[in-house]
């Protein structure tokens, strides 16, 4: 008997634990694996207004990763509704709407508008600018993340997947704002602020100056964080950042998750989704490793302190 | 026109795809000339199909120069259905080409292709110009074999900096007249490019006229082809990260009559329209002081 891999996550159905990360996933992978192989399609950040983007270059590699500044282009959420969704229905696989706006009401409202489209969840990206508070993204705040979080909560009863930012030095308060506030659960997280620098041109290497860091090198801050939150809220937690093969989802269950997303991974190796779930089920099964439940927050932790603190560790 | 070629391809699964994801078998490589580089893959005939102007990323190993993390893209400088083998040519400029040098047969190299959609080829038209410089030559390699077929005959301004980099002449020779200009001459330099496009064209009138590899000469093209009346196309490139239009990287302004609109080079390109392109000085491979990649 193979691992089971099928799950439940934050009020949605899963054939498997793996899913693409927001914002590298589209439908033209079809062009190299079918998507319904995919256990769900978690798709890129749909905004209130349509967005142009920002400029060129929008992207960067840097050892172990690359930073993006693609600033969520976009026709809006009418556009979305009108001319997006429709070509993600045919595959059958679970469709997961990532959202971003500029206020909590502006959430409110796209959730509402999502509400009758055959949605198996809503992300809530807000890891975005809050207009509100100077530009400082909803998760950078308890109080803008419970706000957002519950005034979608009011607009639609589909599961709620709140994503957080690893940029605050409180992810676990925020954690706990988005559950208290009716997040159905949480994906950390979304990509860590940074900068690359040109040093013979003297210029940065992205257009917009900074950009968000993904791939392997964010790993083990964003498994830190998964491992900090599941121990402090009681909803299920996706973990994204870094994940490349199957050992890498095995580390990130240990750490707590019960489900992952991988993004950066797929720009490499455009089939990731379907080897990293391969790899996964060929670690479980070399090693007896019949339910997923078995690795889920299994991290051993020697003399484990009863109060350990959350966020202050020295190293 | 030709009909862009579907052809599936074995991936993952054993399932067929319309675009090759998969390692293939060096056969050989090696530099030609004092500047560029070239590598033969074998891969099934199938995989190979692709339009002239389309491109692969190639996942370039690492070096004692680093590691490249993303791909690099590379249009398609050869193809040769008979032996089942795919030719690119580059220019080692910077870790990604630095790694691809370092490989020998025996060796596999990742690819994911053919990518984007090709030149426009019409079998009516009776001349058409190309104008290329550098390795911007690769791209066009496939073009002028395509025309040839086609019946269409063909005038290519090939620029480089020295005569010493001159490269990728063949099918050009081949299957038309060729100009070379050079940069140690002053013979590539815009004004002398323009004259001799409007000697050629007073000679015999150009249907239609590609580029690749010279922002300037997109710039030129884009006035003489208002002026003397026939269109073209460009072959530009844009840093990209996926290749396939989902991350939304590699975008460039199009015109669209009154409005201006931003696409993907990957997927709407990487061939465009010459009118369409509103600043190709906004367009950058994936080192600002090199052209790398010959997109
Ligand atoms: C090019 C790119 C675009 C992204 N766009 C979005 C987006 O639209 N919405 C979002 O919530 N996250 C977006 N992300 C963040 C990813 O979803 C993910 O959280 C992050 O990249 C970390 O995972 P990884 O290391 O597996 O890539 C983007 C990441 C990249 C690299």
Same mark, same amino acid.
């Given at each position: 008997?193979?691992?089971?891999?099928?799950?439940?996550?934050?009020?949605?159905?899963?054939?498997?634990?793996?899913?693409?990360?927001?914002?590298?996933?589209? %439908?033209?992978?079809?062009?190299?694996?079918? @998507?319904?192989?995919?256990?769900? @399609?978690?798709?890129?950040?749909?905004?209130?207004?349509?967005? $142009?983007?920002?400029?060129?270059?929008?992207?960067?590699?840097?050892?172990?990763?690359?930073?993006?500044?693609?600033?969520?282009?976009?026709?809006?959420?009418? %556009?979305?509704?009108?001319?997006?969704?429709?070509?993600?229905?045919?595959?059958?696989?679970?469709?997961?709407?990532?959202?971003?706006?500029?206020?909590?009401?502006?959430?409110?409202?796209?959730?509402?508008?999502?509400?009758?489209?055959?949605?198996?969840?809503?992300?809530?990206?807000?890891?975005?600018?809050?207009?509100?508070?100077?530009?400082?993204?909803?998760?950078?705040? $308890?109080?803008?993340?419970?706000?957002?979080?519950?005034?979608? $909560?009011?607009?639609?009863?589909?599961?709620?997947?709140?994503?957080?930012?690893?940029?605050?030095?409180?992810?676990?308060?925020?954690?706990?704002?988005?559950?208290?506030?009716?997040?159905?659960?949480?994906?950390?997280?979304?990509?860590?602020?940074?900068?690359?620098?040109?040093?013979?041109?003297?210029?940065?290497?992205?257009?917009?100056?900074?950009?968000?860091?993904?791939?392997?090198?964010?790993?083990?801050?964003?498994?830190?964080?998964?491992?900090?939150?599941?121990?402090?809220?009681?909803?299920?937690?996706?973990?994204?950042?870094?994940?490349?093969?199957?050992?890498?989802?095995?580390?990130?269950?240990?750490?707590?998750?019960?489900?992952?997303?991988?993004?950066?991974?797929?720009?490499?190796?455009?089939?990731?989704?379907?080897?990293?779930?391969?790899?996964?089920?060929?670690?479980?099964?070399?090693?007896?490793?019949?339910? @997923?439940?078995? @690795?889920?927050?299994?991290?051993?932790?020697?003399?484990?302190?009863?109060?350990?603190?959350?966020?202050?560790?020295?190293? | 026109?030709?009909?862009?070629?579907?052809?599936?391809?074995?991936?993952?699964?054993?399932?067929?795809?319309?675009?090759?994801?998969?390692?293939?078998?060096?056969?050989?490589?090696?530099?030609?000339?004092?500047?560029?580089?070239?590598?033969?893959?074998?891969?099934?005939?199938?995989?190979?199909?692709?339009?002239?102007?389309?491109?692969?990323?190639?996942?370039?190993?690492?070096?004692?120069?680093?590691?490249?993390?993303?791909?690099?893209?590379?249009?398609?400088?050869?193809?040769?259905?008979?032996?089942?083998?795919?030719?690119?040519?580059?220019?080692?400029?910077?870790?990604?080409?630095?790694?691809?040098?370092?490989?020998?047969?025996?060796?596999?190299?990742?690819?994911?292709?053919?990518?984007?959609?090709?030149?426009?080829?019409?079998?009516?038209?009776?001349?058409?110009?190309?104008?290329?410089?550098?390795?911007?030559?690769?791209?066009?390699?496939?073009?002028?074999?395509?025309?040839?077929?086609?019946?269409?005959?063909?005038?290519?301004?090939?620029?480089?900096?020295?005569?010493?980099?001159?490269?990728?002449?063949?099918?050009?020779?081949?299957?038309?007249?060729?100009?070379?200009?050079?940069?140690?001459?002053?013979?590539?330099?815009?004004?002398?490019?323009?004259?001799?496009?409007?000697?050629?064209?007073?000679?015999?009138?150009?249907?239609?006229?590609?580029?690749?590899?010279?922002?300037?000469?997109?710039?030129?093209?884009?006035?003489?082809?208002?002026?003397?009346?026939?269109?073209?196309?460009?072959?530009?490139?844009?840093?990209?990260?996926?290749?396939?239009?989902?991350?939304?990287?590699?975008?460039?302004?199009?015109?669209?009559?009154?409005?201006?609109?931003?696409?993907?080079?990957?997927?709407?390109?990487?061939?465009?329209?010459?009118?369409?392109?509103?600043?190709?000085?906004?367009?950058?491979?994936?080192?600002?002081?090199?052209?790398?990649?010959?997109?």
């Amino acid at each position: 008997m193979s691992v089971v891999l099928e799950t439940v996550c934050g009020g949605v159905r899963l054939r498997s634990p793996i899913m693409p990360a927001s914002g590298t996933f589209s %439908h033209e992978m079809e062009n190299v694996l079918d @998507l319904g192989q995919l256990s769900a @399609l978690v798709l890129k950040t749909t905004t209130y207004t349509s967005r $142009r983007g920002n400029p060129v270059p929008r992207v960067t590699e840097t050892s172990f990763g690359m930073l993006n500044s693609i600033g969520i282009p976009g026709g809006g959420i009418q %556009h979305f509704v009108a001319n997006e969704l429709p070509k993600y229905r045919r595959s059958g696989a679970p469709i997961v709407a990532s959202i971003s706006a500029d206020t909590a009401a502006q959430f409110g409202e796209m959730a509402a508008i999502l509400s009758d489209e055959g949605l198996a969840a809503i992300e809530l990206n807000i890891s975005c600018p809050n207009i509100e508070a100077d530009g400082q993204a909803f998760a950078m705040s $308890r109080e803008a993340t419970a706000r957002v979080v519950a005034t979608a $909560r009011r607009a639609t009863t589909l599961p709620l997947w709140a994503k957080l930012t690893p940029n605050t030095g409180e992810i676990v308060n925020i954690a706990k704002a988005a559950e208290s506030a009716g997040a159905d659960a949480l994906v950390v997280a979304n990509t860590i602020l940074a900068l690359a620098i040109d040093a013979d041109s003297r210029r940065a290497e992205l257009g917009n100056i900074m950009g968000g860091l993904s791939g392997p090198g964010v790993k083990p801050i964003i498994l830190r964080m998964v491992y900090q939150c599941a121990r402090k809220v009681s909803i299920p937690i996706i973990g994204c950042g870094g994940i490349s093969s199957g050992r890498d989802v095995v580390e990130y269950l240990l750490a707590g998750a019960t489900t992952v997303q991988v993004g950066t991974e797929s720009f490499r190796d455009p089939t990731a989704l379907v080897r990293i779930e391969r790899e996964l089920v060929e670690f479980c099964d070399g090693r007896g490793i019949s339910s @997923l439940r078995e @690795l889920i927050g299994g991290l051993m932790v020697q003399d484990a302190p009863a109060g350990a603190p959350d966020v202050d560790v020295a190293p | 026109m030709l009909q862009n070629t579907v052809s599936t391809r074995r991936n993952i699964g054993g399932t067929e795809f319309p675009i090759l994801a998969a390692a293939l078998p060096v056969v050989a490589n090696g530099p030609v000339g004092d500047t560029y580089w070239h590598i033969r893959l074998k891969a099934a005939t199938t995989h190979l199909l692709s339009r002239p102007g389309q491109f692969f990323q190639l996942r370039c190993p690492r070096s004692e120069a680093g590691d490249p993390f993303l791909r690099r893209p590379m249009s398609v400088y050869a193809v040769d259905t008979n032996v089942g083998e795919i030719a690119f040519l580059y220019k080692v400029t910077g870790i990604g080409t630095t790694g691809l040098s370092t490989l020998v047969p025996g060796d596999t190299l990742d690819v994911l292709g053919p990518l984007g959609v090709g030149f426009d080829i019409n079998p009516e038209w009776d001349h058409v110009l190309v104008v290329a410089r550098g390795v911007g030559l690769a791209t066009m390699g496939p073009l002028a074999k395509a025309l040839h077929h086609n019946g269409v005959a063909l005038t290519a301004i090939c620029s480089y900096r020295t005569p010493e980099a001159t490269i990728g002449l063949e099918p050009f020779e081949l299957h038309g007249s060729v100009h070379t200009v050079y940069d140690t001459d002053g013979t590539s330099d815009v004004a002398s490019v323009d004259s001799l496009i409007r000697e050629e064209h007073a000679r015999r009138s150009f249907s239609f006229a590609y580029t690749c590899g010279s922002k300037r000469i997109v710039r030129l093209l884009q006035d003489l082809s208002s002026q003397l009346g026939f269109g073209g196309e460009v072959a530009l490139e844009q840093r990209m990260a996926c290749g396939l239009g989902m991350c939304h990287s590699c975008v460039i302004d199009l015109r669209r009559g009154d409005t201006v609109e931003s696409v993907r080079v990957c997927s709407r390109g990487p061939v465009f329209s010459l009118g369409d392109i509103v600043a190709p000085e906004e367009t950058l491979s994936w080192y600002r002081s090199c052209d790398e990649s010959a997109i």
